[in-house]
């Protein structure tokens, strides 16, 4: 009883079953040596033992359970959770401000009836190039040079490429933006990174003129940087529109009077712009002669940084919280 009292846990209290009452047990002994007893003797005997088997087992369960409670009180009192300790703060996330720039681009544009397509980073030459007018040798490629994955296949350096995709489906009329990564062998800069975003557009139609792009132009700049601000187009060559312009607004830190933040001109150059080049829809299966459009491009990361005031890009491409935090 003793040994029973003392076995403090589990794996003890087994041991002394097992010396108690297992197959070479002391008490197991004891009855097998009873045959050793006369026929007399063996009754008692064997009723005294058995009395005592059944004291030694009853004395087993009992510490048992005493041990098994014993546990699983101290399991409870390890597991107590103190409520009165401040909760850890969840950290929310929220939209970059690229996300919040292009978020508020499609809204301007889906309210004019645009739709939003997309189109593959990893781009046919054919599709970057070529049918946007800019055939091999040209020297539009120098300032878009590339990461080439074939002769043929390279990533795309201006969504420009979309815009030959979706004339050459042939559902007519467009009028589509396309927002997208966009990749250049550029080294990294205040306004210059390998790898950024741009918005194009495309509209093309029966009768469309200079005068509506310039239209849609201005009311863009307008929802963007509030309706104060004022256009101006510059006359400009790309490869693939005819004529050709750069928009600039009005500065919206000084109303164009000239500051710091418009480097005293009063304009800030937004985007690039023109009417379709007539062979750039022959190329793509449209009739130049029934069909005309413009097309527009903007690089979202400045339509970011202009809004938000930010002036070095690589801080949108850090992922430092402690910055992104502010927008
Ligand atoms: N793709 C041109 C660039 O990356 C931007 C551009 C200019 C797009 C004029 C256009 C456009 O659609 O009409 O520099």
Redesign the pocket.
């Known amino acids: 009883m003793e040994l029973v009292r003392n076995a403090e846990d589990a794996q003890v209290l087994n041991e002394v079953r097992v010396q108690l009452l297992g197959k070479k047990g002391e008490i197991t002994q004891l009855l097998k040596s009873m045959k050793e007893l006369s026929a007399e003797e063996r009754p008692a005997f064997g009723q005294r033992v058995n009395e005592l088997r059944e004291a030694v087992e009853s004395r087993l369960s009992e510490q048992r359970t005493k041990l098994e409670r014993a546990q699983r009180e101290a399991k409870l009192r390890e597991e107590t959770i103190d409520v009165t300790l401040p909760p850890r703060r969840i950290q929310y996330g929220h939209p970059h401000p690229n996300t919040k720039a292009l978020e508020e681009v499609e809204r301007i544009f889906i309210g004019m009836g645009y739709e939003v397509v997309e189109g593959p980073e990893v781009e046919f030459d054919k599709y970057n190039f070529e049918k946007l007018n800019i055939p091999a040798g040209h020297p539009a490629r120098d300032e ?1 040079d590339t990461f080439y994955i074939t002769e043929n296949i390279l990533l795309r ?4 490429s979309v ?1 030959a995709r979706v004339m050459e489906q042939g559902r007519l009329p467009i009028r589509m933006i396309c927002p997208g990564r966009v990749f250049r062998s550029d080294a990294v800069d205040a306004t210059h990174s390998p790898s950024f975003h ?1 918005i ?3 509209v093309i139609d029966r009768h469309v003129t200079f005068a509506d792009l310039k239209g849609t132009l201005d009311a863009f700049a307008k929802e963007l940087f509030g309706p104060e601000t004022k256009t101006k187009l510059r006359p400009h060559h ?1 490869p ?2 005819e004529p ?1 312009a750069e928009v600039d607004v009005s500065c919206f830190k000084c109303g164009g009077k000239g500051c710091r933040f418009c480097k005293g001109e009063g304009w800030i150059e937004i985007l ?3 009417m379709v080049h007539p062979h750039v829809l022959e190329m793509c299966g449209i009739n130049p002669k029934e069909y005309s459009g413009f ?3 903007v690089g979202l990361e400045r339509i970011a940084l202009l809004k938000y005031e930010i002036d070095d890009m690589r801080l949108l491409y850090e992922n430092d919280t402690r910055f992104l935090e502010q927008f």
């Open positions: 878009q350096t201006q969504t420009s815009q741009q194009e557009g495309l790309f693939f529109t050709s690039g712009c023109g097309a527009f491009g």
